[in-house]
């Protein structure tokens, strides 16, 4: 059953404290190092950014955003490397903007199976626009590692622009973005609980307030869907962003944090690097 963002407000401060010290503890992994052939190597994120058919410009900015924070290592990869395993033993792969069918029938059936591993034994994903029609469990070329479909699908190009959503007070503290934010939207996907009983029921973190549609498109859709989910797949996390943060300028840093998030339950270092385990 879903419950709504509304419904979850009065609750979900309770779980808001630990979910900060999750997000503070990888900062304080990265500061730790350790000996090795004499030289100290600090903690770093294995971060595996895709690369392939269906990704637009909108990569770069995740590319930006991400560098500029010392501990994590960004890897752009591409189908072929997938299906040769490049996933294994990496925190989290994250799937930008453009084309979710392109990108997903790129990887095609061995490579979609090869991403669903990843994830079900501790791995992070991270979706955006694109990424979330992925993540999505609606498409024969979608990875199902959500329980979300996409709403007026045949309006899915419903145009581009800035509008509000409203944020759940754990996903705020997590993603560090304020309970009403303006952000940009290109055509993501609106997104509804899919009732699929192999995979658990997704978190709503995010609704949109406000819509986006041009001409042809039918008003009072897009506002109180999902904007952004958060979900399990076995032992790993799951965020479907269906809005582009990282384009934009106030909210460079949400992406760093939804790359904390989901690499939570695969927090091993490396040869090399150190935890406090």
């Known amino acids: 059953m879903r419950v709504s963002l509304m419904q979850r407000l009065s609750c979900v401060l309770i779980g808001a404290l630990p979910v900060f010290a999750l997000l503070l503890w990888p900062a304080q992994l990265s500061a730790q190092s350790s000996q090795l052939d004499g030289e100290r190597v600090p903690f770093r994120f294995n971060v595996m950014l895709f ?45 930008s903007g453009g084309s979710g069918s392109v990108q997903g029938r790129g990887l095609g059936e ?18 955006i626009c694109a990424g979330a029609y992925l993540a999505s469990a609606d498409y024969e070329w979608s990875l199902h590692l959500l329980d979300a479909r996409v709403l007026d699908r045949r309006h899915w190009a419903r145009g581009f622009g800035n509008v509000e959503i409203g944020v759940a007070p754990a996903a705020a503290e997590a993603l560090q973005v304020s309970p009403k934010s303006t952000v940009y939207y290109h055509q993501g996907p609106l997104l509804a609980p899919a009732g699929r009983g192999d995979i658990p029921d997704y978190r709503e973190w995010a609704v949109f307030l406000t819509e986006v549609r041009k001409q042809g498109v039918p008003g009072g ?14 032992a790993g996390r799951v965020l479907a962003i269906s809005p582009h943060l990282e384009r934009t300028d106030e909210l460079n840093h949400v992406l760093p944090a939804a790359v904390r998030w989901a690499a939570a339950k695969s927090l091993k270092p490396r040869v090399g690097e150190t935890s406090d385990e």
């Open 221 to 234: 859709v897009m506002q109180g869907t999902t904007a952004i989910a958060a979900g399990e797949f076995g």
């Open 51 to 95: 690369s392939g058919p269906g990704v637009s410009d909108s990569s770069r900015r995740v590319e930006e955003d991400l560098q500029k924070v010392p501990e994590i290592r960004l890897r752009r990869i591409r189908a072929d490397q997938i299906n040769s395993g490049v996933l294994e033993g990496q925190h989290v792969v994250i799937f």
């Open 110 to 127: 061995a490579g979609r199976e090869r991403v669903r591993k990843f994830v079900e034994s501790g791995g992070g994903y991270v979706g």
